[in-house]
């Protein structure tokens, strides 16, 4: 049975930033339509349109009514880089760095990702499963209806796979793996080079014969994994079929941003150490620059150029990069308002990163990110403006969200 979604107040279709993927986004953009309905067929949008002007053909069909009373609509967020399957926390370590300890430096004691490897290792894959699902409904109850989540913290075989079978246990909404082996020198090797032609012969191939991920990540910075060793990692990556991504340019100019344009990575993550050669580049590219502002937050670091690269012409996402060490938090909400108070993105940007920029960051953008005739019906549902998003601190009004046209969070009135 189909459903009608009607008496939409301000329905935010995304079409205009879906249309320029995502670049140089305009409020004009955000395509809003008043007092409209949408329809929804075996999950995907069927029609979108006026309330008074429902097409006859569908109101002769079998349709479930869902008034949504004069609320805003618009298309669920896609939160496309978080490391959200782990176990334990690292509060200790919060309280050290706070403290003037630095992260290569806790990372050098065993401390850092280690720590968390530990743990995770450790966990049964139900344990891990429903840990994972807790925090995935805490992303859901925010409006999110895409969720990227990130292996990396088991390195080695077994519990990567374990780790990777864990997102694919998870309920509700989309969910999206990546194989993020290379996030850290487990202590079973010397050089990460050696880990990196493990990962590469043994399990790789594992992860794509068990169709448990169709992306690699390595996480490239100085002290870390080494520009050369990545490049050819993500190669034989691609060889294999699997799409790939770059945690790139974060804590130094490491050349991740230049290796993510060189293999044709969907994405670069952080960013915030490029320059003006590296921005143009991008900003040319179809490489999607997703920025992690609460990660520079908690690292007291600088912000990534938002401005600059969307100046010239990047595609940006927004994300949490929710991960227990250098981004405890899965607040959206604060993401977007860090965007728009530190890095100068206006609402209508903050807004397209979040669906479009980030829909191509998962190369999603036929299916999710805009509310179009034949996409999927994620949607979030609001009573406030959309002018109100990403404006208050703890901001905690009422969402509804529907996720290929079922709800999976809210009440309806
Ligand atoms: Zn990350």
């Not at 990196?196 to 594992?206: G, I, S």
């Not at 490491?254 to 960013?271: F, I, K």
């Not at 999710?368 to 901001?395: H, M, N, P, R």
Request: glycine residues 8%; hydrophobic residues 40%.
């Amino acid at each position: 049975m189909g459903i009608i979604f009607k008496n939409i107040a301000n329905l935010l279709t995304l079409e205009g930033a879906a249309k320029k993927q995502g670049r140089r986004v305009q409020v004009e953009d955000l395509s809003i339509l008043n007092q409209a309905a949408v329809l929804v067929e075996k999950g995907r949008i069927a029609w979108i349109g006026s309330s008074k002007k429902i097409p006859k053909q569908f109101s002769k069909m079998n349709l479930r009514e869902i008034d949504l009373r004069g609320k805003t609509v618009l298309p669920g967020w896609v939160e496309c880089h978080t490391h959200t399957v782990f176990m334990g926390d690292r509060a200790a370590e919060f309280e050290m760095r706070n403290q003037g300890v630095s992260y290569q430096e806790i990372s050098a004691k065993g401390g850092g990702i280690l720590s968390t490897m530990r743990k995770t290792r450790e966990a049964s894959l139900s344990e891990l499963t429903s840990q994972t699902q807790r925090r995935l409904e805490q992303f859901v109850a925010q409006g999110v209806t895409t969720l990227e989540i990130k292996s990396g913290y088991a390195l080695n075989l077994k519990d990567e796979l374990k780790t990777l079978k864990a997102i694919q246990g998870l309920k509700g909404i989309r969910t999206v793996a990546t194989f993020l082996g290379a996030h850290a020198l487990p202590p079973e090797f010397k050089t990460y080079e050696s880990y990196l032609d493990f990962l590469a012969k043994e399990v790789l191939p594992q992860v794509k014969k068990k169709k448990l991920a169709n992306r690699v990540d390595v996480f490239i910075e100085k002290g870390f994994f080494p520009v050369e060793a990545s490049e050819k990692y993500l190669r034989k990556a691609r060889d294999l079929g699997f799409e790939v991504l770059i945690h790139a340019d974060q804590m130094s100019l490491s050349g991740g941003s230049e290796v993510a344009l060189r293999v044709g990575a969907l994405s670069g993550d952080h960013l915030l150490q490029i320059g003006a050669k590296e921005i143009r580049s991008l900003g040319a590219s179809e490489v999607t620059c997703v920025l992690l502002p609460t990660a520079d937050l908690y690292m007291k670091s600088k912000y990534p150029p938002a401005r600059d690269l969307i100046a010239a012409g990047a595609r940006v996402a927004l994300a949490t990069d929710f991960n227990p060490g250098t981004s405890p938090t899965q607040d959206l909400n604060l993401v977007g308002l860090l965007a728009r108070l530190e890095m100068k993105m206006t609402l209508p940007e903050v807004i397209a990163a979040y669906t479009v920029g980030a829909a191509h960051a998962l190369k999603l953008q036929n299916e999710v990110g805009s509310l179009e005739v034949g996409k999927s019906a994620d949607l979030l549902c609001i009573d406030q403006d959309w002018q109100t998003l990403f404006y208050c601190v703890g901001d905690r009004s009422d969402k509804l969200v529907f996720s290929r046209g079922k709800k999976v969070f809210g009440k309806l009135k």
